[in-house]
């Protein structure tokens, strides 16, 4: 059973290695991607203004309007006055069903940036590699084929990490030996051993939850256009010209004792309510920003219904902190550091790994050869 499985172990990662490193290395990347809009492009991602009050969202949706008239705001991503970063707000371009995303200042109403398509920055180019490999929206293939593939990959490696852990399972004796006065052979084998043991708890969540948001960004297309049905083209405003957006931002606040709103969805398909995504009040560093949810009617405002995070059991809190737990957003810089660093060891495992198995495959060559 051990040696099937090693042999598996071997083969697998050897399968999935170009692929797989690419999304390691946009992946731990990626932990700094604040850091890294901010450094590359500040004129668009910072302010020059972080003090004082916000305008109020009635006016900032006025402006956003006035300034894109052949857009539609889709969502709306804020932060809290005194936040160094601009407002990330995603609009929808008329007579498509083509999302942008444009940056504003929370605090004057001017936009810094034009609408750009996904990929447009470094980072969202490095995000959409890591999400879908660039293999979304191919002519003739799956549209949904990157989210597939990465799907697959985030199995192989729980697969991995669960395998390793097996057939090395008496290595955790001497998980810090490192025999670097031997051949080559024995120092890959150590270094392999020790840096797969010490990564495979990280390596395991960020696969597991990898793996999850694939799979669950691929159900929800295929619920809603499984069945051939095109998305919405956006032809005009689906929510009220006069809808009192703080009135309803303040309502969600009533509805959630001390609910902090992080994220608005403007209705961008007929029927669906104007949300407002947020956080209730919670000691736990692992639950998302956007775990809980009040709903309105787009067209009169009325109050339709809450889901608060912490009124759900604990499956469901689980599946929330997916998102601190993939992203390494709950422990400050010492984990984001952490993160990174365990995102790059499959750089290692791949070249000792593949050196591994090469000098196997060779080993078992010479013995066929004498028998």
């Given amino acids: ?50 003090g004082g009050e916000r305008l109020s969202l009635n006016t900032l949706t006025e402006r956003v309007n006035a300034q894109l008239p052949d857009y539609e705001i889709g969502s709306w991503e804020i932060f809290p006055a005194g936040h160094d970063e601009a407002d990330r707000v995603f609009v929808i371009k008329e007579g498509t069903d083509e999302w ?44 949904h084929l990157g989210l597939i593939i990465t799907f697959i990959l985030a199995v192989f490696l729980v697969f991995m990490g669960i395998s390793g852990l097996i057939i090395y399972r008496r290595f955790w004796a001497r998980v810090f030996t490192l025999r670097w006065n031997q051949r080559l052979l024995v120092v890959f084998s150590d270094l392999h051993k020790m840096f797969g043991t010490l990564a495979s708890p990280i390596l395991l969540i960020l696969g597991i939850t990898g793996g999850y948001y694939s799979a669950i960004i691929y159900w929800e297309e295929f619920k809603e256009h499984g069945d051939g049905a095109e998305h919405h083209i956006m032809s005009e405003r689906l929510y009220a010209d006069h809808l009192d957006i703080d009135s309803l931002v303040a309502r969600s606040q009533d509805a959630i004792d001390d609910f902090k709103p992080t994220y608005l969805l403007f209705p961008f398909e007929p029927e669906l309510p104007f949300t407002v995504f947020g956080r209730a009040p919670t000691a736990n560093p692992l639950l998302s920003n956007y775990g809980s949810v009040v709903n309105f009617d787009p067209w009169t405002g009325a109050y339709q219904s809450t889901y608060n995070l912490n009124e759900q059991g ?55 050869r004498r028998r």
């Avoid at 946009?26 to 492009?41: A, C, N, P, V, Y």
């Avoid at 689980?318 to 992203?327: G, Q």
């Avoid at 495992?349 to 010479?366: D, V």
């Fill in 1 to 50: 059973m051990r040696k099937t499985l090693h042999k598996w172990h071997g083969w697998i990662g050897i399968i999935i290695l170009i692929p797989f490193l690419f999304v390691c290395l946009t992946g731990s990347i990626l932990i700094f991607k604040k850091e890294i809009d901010g450094w590359l492009i500040p004129e668009v991602t910072g302010l020059s203004q972080t």
């Fill in 100 to 143: 942008h995303k444009v940056h504003l200042d929370p605090y004057t109403g001017e936009l810094l940036s034009q609408p750009t398509t996904p990929g447009h920055y470094l980072t969202d180019w490095l995000l959409e590699l890591h999400y879908t490999l660039l293999l979304n929206d191919i002519e003739g293939l799956d549209e």
């Fill in 314 to 368: 604990v499956g469901m809190k689980t599946l929330d902190s997916f998102r601190r737990l993939h992203f390494g957003t709950f422990g400050g810089l010492p984990i984001k550091i952490l993160w990174c660093v365990v995102g790059l060891t499959p750089l290692l495992l791949g070249i000792t790994g593949t050196y591994l198995w090469w000098q196997r495959r060779n080993k078992s060559a010479r013995k066929r």
